[in-house]
């Protein structure tokens, strides 16, 4: 079995690390450099994405903001999993928001903008505060506005403006309504071609500056992992959706409402990775492949920290007994996610107590994630 990922980062890396064991075998597309190269080591393979396209058994993705025209060629092959559709709402908010209408599940309220006389319907109508966010190309918070007070809007309309302007006819505002959570969830799940679903446990979700910090597993609230699940089962089926998916929650004091999906392996799943007998990875591969879907219950408790912007750890880390450490061989860069470390601990005393070890040994850039979610274990 061969597996073209459109998209080469460390989500392709860590897809392909989870299957060697199945003998399948992946490549991917380097979209940047329009390359097809091998998923561990980035080197170049003599093939173009067509010709790869065309040899795959099957052809799947790890990001969303895929080039239309490659799009369209591994949709067109008939190989394509998850599907076209499914990828376009990962990447356009108007047809996200379309789609989490059609699934019929809880949402922010919001607003399409095109123009200033929509922005100041989308204050009217909503009301403040409200959360800003351009329909594509978002993604670890950047491309957003906020606005509490009315008499900040026209300050920040002609930045909006000038985005729309400058994407010729492709860019809109969304507006939502600011939603007061208590705290941030997601839920990874499969679903394979059979309509067959199988959920990962919630996870709590802590962001410093918008990106991923920590991502701590909840094993404990069935009524909330019901909650959750049934949205995740609408919005997958009104997707016929084949592979692996997350969906981001707000907490709002014990009902859920989405706040995005990927259509893809998550970074909020990568305890899966230590904490469950089927990762997210080898789940997703396994589903668009066609084979069984893997266990996703909660081996043990569990949680993931992001190494974001250092070129390096500390080994001493890999002496505590439950750790596991996941480096992605890509160049350093400020912010950038470098690898992330997995903790999975018998109980949730020794998780906390590895949790505390490691705030030792870690770089000082995970330390006001590992403090937010310490006293949560
Ligand atoms: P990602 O990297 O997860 O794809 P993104 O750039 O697509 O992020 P969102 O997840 O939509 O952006 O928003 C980033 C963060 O902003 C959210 O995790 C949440 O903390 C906050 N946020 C987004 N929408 C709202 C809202 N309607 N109300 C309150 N906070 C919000
Ligand atoms: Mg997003
Ligand atoms: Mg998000």
């Not at 989500?11 to 991917?28: D, F, G, Q, S, Y």
């Not at 007070?149 to 302007?165: K, L």
């Not at 904490?275 to 066609?290: D, K, L, M, P, Y």
């Not at 505390?356 to 310490?374: E, R």
Request: aromatic residues 6%; contains cysteine.
């Amino acid at each position: 079995m061969q597996v073209l990922i459109l998209g080469s980062g460390q989500l392709a890396r860590m897809m392909c690390l989870a299957v060697e064991p199945l003998n399948i075998k992946t490549l991917a597309y380097d979209v940047g450099n329009n390359t097809v190269v091998h998923p561990l080591t980035q080197q170049p393979e003599p093939l173009s994405y067509q010709q790869a396209i065309a040899q795959a058994d099957v052809i799947t993705a790890e990001f969303e903001h895929i080039p239309a025209d490659v799009l369209a060629l591994a949709d067109a092959s008939g190989k394509f999993k998850p599907g076209a559709k499914a990828i376009q709402a990962g990447g356009d908010r108007r047809i996200e928001k379309a789609l989490l209408e059609q699934a019929d599940v809880a949402n922010a309220p919001y607003f399409i903008i095109n123009q200033q006389a929509d922005f100041e319907q989308a204050i009217a109508t909503l009301g403040l505060p409200l959360v800003f966010k351009t329909a594509k190309d978002g993604y670890d918070g950047k491309g957003q506005w906020r606005l509490k007070d009315a008499a900040d809007a026209a300050n920040i309309w002609p930045e909006m403006a000038q985005v729309i302007a400058d994407s010729q006819g492709e860019q809109a505002i969304v507006a939502e309504k600011f939603i007061p959570f208590q705290r941030e969830v997601s839920m990874i799940g499969a679903r394979n071609a059979a309509g067959e679903i199988k959920t990962y446990p919630l996870t709590e979700n802590h962001h410093e500056n918008g990106v991923l910090s920590v991502s701590l597993a909840l094993g404990d609230n069935a009524h909330l992992q019901q909650q959750a699940s049934n949205m995740f089962s609408a919005i997958v089926d009104a997707l016929d959706y084949v592979g692996v998916l997350a969906v981001e929650f707000f907490d709002l004091d014990g009902a859920l409402l989405v706040n995005e999906i990927a259509p893809r392996v998550h970074n909020s799943g990568h305890w899966t990775q230590q904490g469950c007998f089927t990762s997210q990875f080898e789940n997703h591969i396994r589903a668009v492949c066609g084979y069984p879907l893997g266990d996703t219950r909660l081996i043990q408790p569990s949680l993931m920290i992001n190494l974001l912007g250092e070129d390096h750890v500390d080994l001493a880390a890999l002496a505590l007994p439950e750790v596991a450490l996941h480096w992605y061989n890509k160049t350093n860069k400020p912010g950038r996610k470098m690898g992330h470390i997995n903790v999975s601990a018998p109980d949730r005393s020794e998780l906390a107590n590895t949790l505390q070890a490691l705030a030792q040994v870690l770089p000082k850039s995970t330390l006001a994630g590992i403090n937010a979610m310490a006293d949560k274990i």
